[in-house]
């Protein structure tokens, strides 16, 4: 339905100079929570995205975020992005051993300049369960002075020559409310994210180089016409398995639910892969991938996915110093079991596809309003007048009318549960019991190259192609598609109910804010609660200026169960 804008798009992009495509970099910096985390916590993390001029990139749409050891990826994450911001979570897998891990984070524009220009983070994971490293990626060490300088902080610190952070007190209770103030915030901030977690003294390993990013910012790489920017969705790249270089191939994607989400591949020659250009789809989805011939109908031929993901390995990391704080690992693991026990995350289940299409049905039938008949072509030849089956070279095919003269098209898109059906008989013979509805669409219709006079829509009962039987060719399979951000979940304990409410909160991040919203010489006030945890939090700023600047500073409070 975009094809023309997307080749267009492409057009472009492919004739540009190597000097013209020079000027239009992109680069990453990663906010996270903390720096330190237990197997089984959750990385919250912001993507902020921008080009050589520290202005927020409007190019790509999709971030990528892996985290590494020396021998694979461990964990990885597709994030939507919106004029260069975005945001989400990984949830770290129980068994994950302990160790130092690189957090690398690029688009696929990016690595058109190789590997230097990827942003990368060290990170800390403890395995509370695991007591020894058979690999030795950590020790343990006995005294705590090694992992952090036990000065007295204060509880208002300077993060540069304006900002302040500041809470309302020094000290506070379990549940009580805490009240954050950042003042004098630089007017040309672009990207602002409050964290707010335990200070544990847990483990030691390097810190980030800010100022080599911010080197790596103005640093021009060697470019590469190889990618193209995922300028409005993420593009999905497979290859069709056994090869072939018949280009008479039809291929397709489709998001199985009850709206229409398909998209048509474009075979590229050169690194024989079919491209689909997606949009507006998010999170974990059910897709069909389809092979199909123009001539010959279905093929023994299927597409395999491949990784979007860079997937490049270090070859080594920093030794883990550990301590072995018996009370802070407890508090933590019990953390992780709450969190386990009671986890709804929204991010593991499928987001609905719905309200994405531009066009409405001219017709829509609720099935179940109808009297119920044993096949679909008797349902079609007693309500459906705008549709009627026929036979064409021995093959039974649906089609519409398409116009006032009642011509019947030969190129209707037959669909279900938003998925193509390129042989009619395979839905001709499925029951009709499941199937809910029917839409038809009149007009012409543009998906990919392919050109089709009305849709037929078949939507079964929970859009989940309920005990269909797919042609060869076609395979289902789950995929993740770009994360959407959802607001972390913070406990309102302003009542006398909330605040007895029996439910363990051992929240070990208070609050975490990755689109800090200022007004310019306005200070900006904010507001969360303590846990159930003990001990000394710090409150974590960062972010940084259209000039280039990163601001980053810390204050701190302590929390005490003997505190009213």
Not at 15 to 29: D, P
Not at 31 to 45: M, N, P, R, V
Not at 273 to 297: D, P, R
Not at 335 to 359: A, H, P, R
Request: aromatic share 12%; glycine share 4%; proline share 4%.
């Amino acid at each position: 339905m975009k094809s023309l804008y997307l080749t267009i798009l492409i057009i472009l992009f492919s004739n540009f100079s190597i000097k013209a495509e020079e000027k239009i970099n992109e680069r990453v910096f990663v906010h996270t929570d903390k720096e330190c985390y237990i197997a089984g916590e959750d990385i919250l993390l912001k993507f902020f995205l921008i080009n050589n001029n520290f202005q927020p990139s409007v190019l790509s749409k999709v971030g990528y975020v892996e985290i590494i050891d020396t021998e694979r990826p461990q964990m990885q994450l597709k994030l939507n992005l919106e004029k260069g911001h975005g945001a989400g979570k990984i949830r770290i897998p129980a068994n994950t051993p302990s160790g130092v891990y690189l957090l690398s984070a690029y688009t696929q524009y990016m690595r058109n300049e190789g590997e230097k220009v990827i942003f990368k983070k060290q990170i800390a994971i403890i395995n509370a369960e695991q007591q020894t490293s058979g690999t030795k990626r950590f020790e343990l060490i006995e005294k705590t002075e090694n992992l952090q300088n036990e000065e007295i902080k204060q509880p208002v610190k300077k993060v540069s020559e304006d900002l302040i952070i500041k809470t309302n007190q020094n000290k506070y209770g379990n549940r009580k409310e805490v009240l954050l103030f950042l003042d004098n915030i630089p007017d040309n901030t672009a990207d602002l994210v409050v964290s707010v977690s335990r200070n544990d003294s847990l483990a030691l390993f390097p810190e980030m180089n800010r100022q080599e990013w911010l080197q790596q910012v103005k640093d021009t790489f060697r470019f590469s016409q190889q990618l193209i920017p995922e300028y409005e969705g993420h593009i999905i790249t497979g290859r069709i398995i056994p090869e072939t270089n018949d280009q008479q191939f039809q291929t397709s994607i489709a998001f199985a639910g009850k709206d229409i989400r398909c998209f048509m591949g474009q075979y590229n020659a050169q690194d024989e892969t079919v491209k689909f250009y997606t949009a507006g789809i998010y999170g974990k989805q059910q897709v069909v991938t389809s092979v199909n011939s123009v001539i010959y109908g279905p093929v023994p031929y299927r597409i395999d996915l491949l990784s979007p993901f860079c997937e490049s390995i270090p070859d080594n990391l920093p030794l883990l110093q550990v301590y072995k704080n018996e009370k802070q690992l407890l508090d933590r693991y019990i953390g992780v079991q709450v969190q386990d026990k009671t986890y709804n995350d929204s991010f593991l289940n499928s987001l609905k596809l719905l309200n994405y299409c531009t066009f409405q049905p001219i017709k829509t039938y609720d099935l179940d309003e109808y009297t119920r008949f044993e096949t679909i072509s008797e349902t079609i030849l007693e309500f459906i007048p705008r549709l009627r089956v026929a036979k064409l070279k021995g093959n039974r095919l649906i089609s519409a009318f398409y116009d006032e003269n009642r011509q019947f098209s030969i190129r209707t898109l037959v669909l279900l549960d938003g998925v193509p059906i390129y042989d009619h008989e395979d839905i001709l013979q499925y029951n009709p019991m499941y199937i809910k509805q029917l839409d038809i669409y009149d007009g012409r219709y543009v998906f990919g190259s392919e050109i089709y006079e009305c849709i037929v829509s078949f939507i079964t009962r929970e859009g989940d192609l309920e005990f269909f039987q797919l042609s060869e060719g076609s395979q289902l399979l789950d995929y993740e598609c770009p994360q959407l951000y959802s607001p972390l979940e913070i406990p309102d304990y302003s009542t006398d109910t909330t605040v007895n409410y029996r439910k363990p909160d051992f929240r070990h991040t208070l609050y975490w804010n990755p689109f800090v919203e200022f007004s310019k010489y306005q200070p900006v006030n904010l507001s969360f609660y303590t846990s159930d945890l003990c001990g000394e939090f710090k409150v974590t700023v960062e972010g940084i200026t259209t000039d280039g600047k990163i601001i980053h500073g810390n204050s701190y409070f302590i929390v005490s169960e003997n505190i009213e």
